[in-house]
């Protein structure tokens, strides 16, 4: 046994979707970038619900006879890529593991133990981040996030993340079922850093955050929807309010319909009390978020586990 390479245990967890053509490719990258470094390493695959996506990990282990142990978790429906990392990560048990969204390399292999190496330095997360090639939709979404979130990291489009066993520990502490896994490892109060590599193929075909996935981000994780909401009560009660004043200039400059005056008040009175209380449920609702937030569970059909002598 090499006596240069690393003591640590590590994981590497997959997500599996579709592009079946690209995954044998991947895990087999992953797998000789790990087995090169580590004296003890373990690949897991979610699978999401694909059974193409499975055949091609089961492929990759035979073709590349893989000695370390290979987990394939089966979706038993399709439920996207945080539950699914979320179970990856609860089947994890290495001391740092590594995140990757997609069996997509478009970054240089070396990438992974650059942020292995960052991480040791003291940085409980390690993003890998390309320089280029986000889609316009993703800087949209991380530049709302970023202006109504607070905290002081700023997220954006990576390639892949690596978490420290402590990092693992703190999350599950706070939430064990984490919506939005990125916003939470910046809220997490631990060491962040980011490592920017040129991507050496074309990404803007990457999966992009579908419109569900970035409301809940914003709703849980930033005051956005709040503001908004807020936003958008303050102009009704300005408009209910100028109705108000319109109602009491046409009563002393003119002759209006009898009643309607009164109606007309009283109609601008009862919007403005619906307006004003939206606010205050608003903010209540808000408050119930964040105390009780989101339980998000996934549904597992079953475990495979490969190994070769």
């Known amino acids: 046994m090499d006596k240069n390479r690393e003591k640590n245990f590590v ?9 079946e053509e690209l995954i044998a490719p991947f895990i087999s990258m992953v797998n000789g970038v790990l087995s090169e470094n580590f004296e003890k390493y373990e690949i897991v695959c979610v699978n999401d619900a694909s059974p193409l996506c499975a ?34 990560i609860d089947a994890a048990i290495g001391d740092y593991i590594f995140e990757f969204d997609s069996p997509e390399l478009c970054f240089e292999p070396s ?29 949209l979404f991380y530049s709302l996030f970023n202006a109504a979130s607070k905290s002081a990291y700023k997220l954006r489009t990576d390639a892949f993340h690596l978490l420290s066993r402590r990092a693992v520990n703190r999350l599950h502490a706070i939430n064990p079922n984490m919506p939005y896994r990125k916003a939470a490892y910046a809220a997490s109060g631990l060491k962040l850093a980011e490592l920017e590599f040129e991507p ?57 319909v009898a009643g309607w005056t009164t109606t ?36 597992v059909e079953s475990i495979e586990k490969i190994q070769y002598e």
């Open 200 to 256: 050496t193929a074309e990404i803007s075909r990457r999966r992009g955050y579908r419109a569900a996935e970035a409301a809940d981000a914003l709703a849980l994780y930033t005051d956005a929807a709040y503001k908004i909401s807020f936003a958008i009560s303050a102009a009704l009660l300005a408009v209910t309010l100028a109705a108000v004043v319109y109602t009491i200039v046409i009563f002393l400059s003119a002759q209006p």
């Open 111 to 139: 990438l992974i133990m650059d942020c292995y190496r960052k991480c040791l330095e003291g940085s409980d997360i390690v993003s890998a981040a390309p320089s280029r090639g986000s889609r316009a939709a993703s800087r």
């Open 264 to 299: 007309m008040i009283l109609l601008s009175a009862g919007f403005f009390g619906v307006f004003l209380l939206m606010t205050f449920v608003l903010k209540y609702l808000s408050l119930l978020v964040d105390l009780s937030f989101r339980n998000q569970k996934y549904l």
């Open 11 to 19: 994981s590497a967890v997959i997500y599996l979707s579709e592009r």
């Open 55 to 88: 055949e091609a990990a089961r492929r990759a282990a035979r073709e590349n006879r893989i000695s370390s142990p290979l987990t394939i978790i089966n979706m038993s429906v399709r439920q996207g890529t945080e539950p699914c990392m979320n179970a990856g």
